[in-house]
């Protein structure tokens, strides 16, 4: 490409003249030159560097949380200064209050925690970049079915980890009923030791009945946490259900805590939860229920190996442990550690931890859009009415989604 002499002997001069190029930085080098254009600032800005081979455009985007808290009042900036700071300074109050704001369903309060939330993103990466591109926390998905020991093993676990120098933070994934909408949040009453610890913070969170919720508030939740300094960040999930799957979008490792006497001690495998844990735990591997655990281990190691391979340095394992007693817990975390260690070494973390963003991503995109389809305003009225039809048998579910969408498409 032919560089014009102009352009090469006063630059600003003929760059300015152009009117898509409103911001301009310009740095001169010997060989080349640079021209950096922002159109707008806070969404992206295109450096230019011209050389003797010719033209090369790289878009850069930035970040800037000040353009976001545009229209925010005095009062909701000082509320997001305040729980900035108190954040990064390992306040817990503030923690709670931040986590609390970003559960929020308040299209205001919603506005003011993404502003909150793109602070704390920037000031991860920071700390990121600081320790060598490592992730700051280790992040940990438990699950299993009720009565597995899940919050004695939690305790137990938490405080190993603060006894050795560990922030631990849980954050418990509580189902809402689909009948009241209301939820227990009763995980907390259950390790009262590891709450009263300084090192340590639960948090109960509601599901709202929709997957969605939980894969929004906890994804967040999990941000945060890393934010005020938590190192180890436990994600349990009561049940064995769907919520598991969104679960384990979010995490590092998936852990699967099972009894010793569960009946079909391979029913995990039917429900393909199995599948996705890195470790397989058998607690109450004490007592009477030794030789059980040994019998449920054994099965699951060979039911392990029928699985197919999700990585090329780690198998999963399958371990016993005790909660109650203490047995095991030091062992499983230097199988936790040596998980994360070989999954950061090859890469792999750091790519499922990309993987991970963009399910997020996806996953807000539906939760919105259905938001925005249920009270859009050419359909608004008409669910009610097509939802009648379809239970009178009036009307198939697939024409009525039909007619719905096509109203929807036409009233855009």
């Not at 002997?9 to 310009?26: I, M």
């Not at 371990?319 to 062992?331: C, N, Q, V």
Request: a positive charge; hydrophobic letters at 40%; aromatic letters at 6%.
């Amino acid at each position: 490409m032919k560089i014009p002499s102009a352009l090469l002997r006063f630059p600003h001069r003929y760059l300015c003249g152009r009117a898509h190029l409103k911001s301009l930085t310009f740095v001169s080098r010997s060989n080349f030159l640079c021209v950096e254009s922002a159109v707008p600032a806070h969404l992206c800005h295109s450096k230019w560097m011209c050389s003797s081979k010719g033209w090369s455009r790289e878009l850069c985007h930035r970040a800037a949380p000040e353009q976001h808290a545009q229209g925010l009042s005095d009062t909701e900036k000082g509320l997001i200064d305040r729980l900035y700071n108190g954040l990064i300074r390992g306040h817990r109050a503030c923690l709670a209050e931040a986590i609390t704001l970003v559960e929020s369903t308040q299209a205001r309060k919603k506005k003011v925690a993404q502003v909150l939330l793109q602070k704390v993103l920037s000031y991860h990466r920071e700390q990121e970049k600081l320790n060598r591109g490592k992730p700051l926390a280790f992040r940990v998905g438990l699950s299993g079915p009720p009565g597995a020991g899940k919050s004695t093993f939690i305790e137990c676990f938490g405080k190993m980890l603060t006894e050795r120098g560990h922030k631990v933070s849980v954050l418990a994934v509580d189902p809402s009923s689909s009948t009241s909408g209301g939820s227990l949040l009763g995980d907390k009453t259950r390790m009262t030791e590891l709450s009263r610890d300084m090192n340590a913070y639960i948090r109960p969170s509601p599901t709202r009945g929709t997957l969605g919720g939980v894969t929004r508030t906890t994804n967040e939740a999990i941000l945060l946490c890393e934010g005020g300094g938590y190192d180890v960040v436990l994600v349990e999930t009561v049940g064995v259900g769907q919520s598991e799957f969104a679960v384990a979008d979010m995490v590092d490792m998936f852990i699967l805590v099972l009894p010793p006497a569960g009946g079909d001690e391979l029913q995990g495998i039917k429900r393909g939860i199995i599948e996705m844990a890195d470790l397989v735990a058998i607690n109450k591997a004490d007592g009477d229920l030794i030789v059980p655990a040994r019998r449920i281990q054994a099965e699951y190691v060979s039911a392990m190996k029928l699985l197919r391979k999700r990585s090329k340095v780690w198998r999963p394992k399958v371990m016993r442990i005790s909660a109650k007693t203490g047995e095991g817990i030091s062992d499983m975390w230097d199988k936790m550690t040596e998980f994360r260690d070989l999954m950061l070494t090859s890469g792999e973390l750091i790519a499922k931890r990309r993987k991970q963003q963009k399910v997020w991503m996806w996953n807000l995109i539906q939760e919105n859009m259905l938001e925005h389809f249920r009270s859009h305003l050419a359909v608004k009225d008409k669910i009610p009415l097509l939802e009648e039809k379809v239970l009178s048998g009036v009307l198939s579910p697939g024409l009525a989604a039909d007619l719905l969408l096509k109203a929807f498409k036409d009233g855009l």
